[in-house]
DNA sequence: ACTTATACGACCTCTAAGGTCGGATTAAAC
DNA sequence: GTTTAATCCGACCTTAGAGGTCGTATAAGT
């Protein structure tokens, strides 16, 4: 499985709208929604998100809307799906988290191996790099 | 957040059980579910489930239980994970599943893309080595 | 004042993961 | 041949999280 949620790909594909406008210009929310078929309220809770961690600006009001706030270069994959859904890792014992087979799992390095390559892949890739 | 789910689990550890064992020895599910805490009903379907898709093979009976079948060499992790949790893939159209933003989405093949290079670091791993 | 946008939290629904239970089948051991 | 210890198989339960909705507050342009 590995899927990413939805509300991550609605971010990304928020992010693309936005990428292609000069900054300073505004999208609201509602028109991005509009454009992709995306659930409006769903859309509108993830933009306020991304807004509180910085990577998006926001101006309220009427002919408000959201801007891009960071350069999508330096923000890596990993950081924003991290954002949206938390940590990324293939087992609980790659974060803090406790599991019943902590004493007698056998199976927790190489896991652990495979966890920081897969990791990796989402690292070496810069949210500008998807949006091409 | 691209967490493996628990039957992958419980089945790697089960196979790094039975790595060890020479071929034709035979252990019962019981007995690796009590070795390392594993509910043992879910251990046990686990495992006839691999013993349906050809990986482990089963003596019933008395004295039965399971032993390898084939060469874990042989069989890539996402052979594995797809075995026991269907497609790997980050995306529903990724595999058939169609999506309510196929005609309006921009983010469709930079994420194939990613999900391509993701699945190629599970298919350059063999269960071998994960059992190292 | 009115309108149009974001902001925020409560709530709902559905699915799948994870686990449990009860019983059927097989075959060794007595 | 009965008992026993194992696999087999499906039905069921419970819970958490994904995905989505609603109502309302707040901000700001006209
Ligand atoms: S300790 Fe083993 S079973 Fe527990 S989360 Fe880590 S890898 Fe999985
Ligand atoms: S079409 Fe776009 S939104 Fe739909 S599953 Fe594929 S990537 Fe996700």
Redesign the interface.
């Known amino acids: 499985?590995?899927?990413?949620s939805r509300k991550t790909?609605y971010a990304?594909?928020a992010l693309?709208?936005l990428y292609g406008k000069t900054t300073e210009q505004l999208t609201s929310s509602k028109e991005i929604a509009a454009?992709?078929?995306?659930p409006g309220e769903l859309l509108a809770k993830t933009l306020q998100q991304l807004a509180r961690e910085g990577i998006v600006e926001t101006v309220q009001g009427p002919l408000g809307g959201y801007r891009l706030k960071v350069n999508l270069e330096k923000v890596s994959?990993t950081d924003f799906?991290e954002l949206l859904?938390?940590?990324?890792?293939?087992?609980?014992c790659s974060i803090d988290k406790n599991c019943?087979?902590l004493?007698?799992?056998?199976?927790r390095t190489?896991?652990h191996r495979?966890n920081d390559?897969?990791k990796n892949?989402?690292n070496n890739?810069t949210l500008a790099?998807?949006?091409?």
Chains 1, 2 share one sequence.
């Open positions: 499985m590995l899927k990413l790909e990304l594909m693309r709208h454009t992709y078929r995306i994959l799906i859904e938390g940590p990324v890792a293939l087992t609980d019943d087979q004493g007698t799992c056998t199976i190489p896991i495979i390559t897969m892949v989402f890739v790099e998807v949006m091409q």
